[in-house]
């Protein structure tokens, strides 16, 4: 159960939205931020002034200033914040539930809201069960594309994590164009992701050529 939350109607219907390209969250996933607009200092503020909860999701294209949104995000409770010496707040999103946007509302705010329909993703709010998937034939994969990209992870930790932390984890985090990190992040099921993510994987390990620099990931 996520954060208390039993059901899709138990969680906010409007909730303020952080437009970020390239970057997703996923339930039980963690996610952290470096806060400096201030349009988003201040959606921070109340944030944690009430119920911790904001929606993070990409843009859609459109301008820079007010992109359009696309139709599905996660939202996140914020579980840890910090406010440094220049002004800047550090916080982590941990993931609760995904939403599709029914409709953004007119704001007075300087940052925009949503009004979000939880109940398609009401799955989302429940723990997963056991692992169900072959971890060895996924670790192939995975070993295949980190090398292409020269990017390294500690696989002791890849080898033991619980399917839902590794596939989240590794969906939220590699460097996935952002249509694909919205493929991941609409995947009904953990089951689906995992497929999505394989194929991702398979796909880019299969290219030639790749021009990235060595990367370390933590």
Do not use: H
Not at 48 to 71: C, F, K, N, W, Y
Not at 74 to 95: K, P, Q
């Amino acid at each position: 159960m996520a954060q208390g939350y039993v059901r899709a109607a138990d969680l906010p219907q409007v909730i303020p939205v952080f437009p970020l390209p390239g970057a997703i969250l996923l339930p039980r996933g963690q996610l952290p931020l470096n806060i400096f607009e201030p349009r988003y200092l201040n959606m921070i503020d109340d944030a944690m002034a009430g119920d911790r909860m904001i929606g993070l999701i990409q843009p859609a294209g459109g301008p820079a200033s007010l992109p359009s949104l696309t139709a599905v995000g996660c939202a996140g409770r914020i579980t840890s914040f910090a406010e440094t010496s220049d002004g800047r707040y550090l916080v982590t999103l941990t993931g609760i539930c995904r939403f599709r946007v029914a409709v953004e509302l007119p704001s007075q705010t300087p940052y925009r809201q949503v009004r979000a329909a939880f109940a398609p993703f009401e799955a989302d709010l429940a723990s997963p069960s056991g692992d169900d998937f072959d971890r060895d034939a996924f670790l192939s994969a995975l070993r295949a594309y980190l090398e292409r990209r020269q990017l390294e992870i500690d696989w002791e930790t890849a080898g033991g994590a619980p399917q839902e932390a590794l596939i989240n984890s590794l969906s939220m985090a590699l460097p996935f164009e952002p249509a694909e990190k919205q493929a991941l992040l609409e995947s009904q099921t953990l089951e689906d992701r995992c497929q999505t993510l394989t194929a991702l994987l398979q796909i880019d390990a299969a290219e030639s050529g790749d021009g990235d620099s060595p990367t370390a990931m933590q």
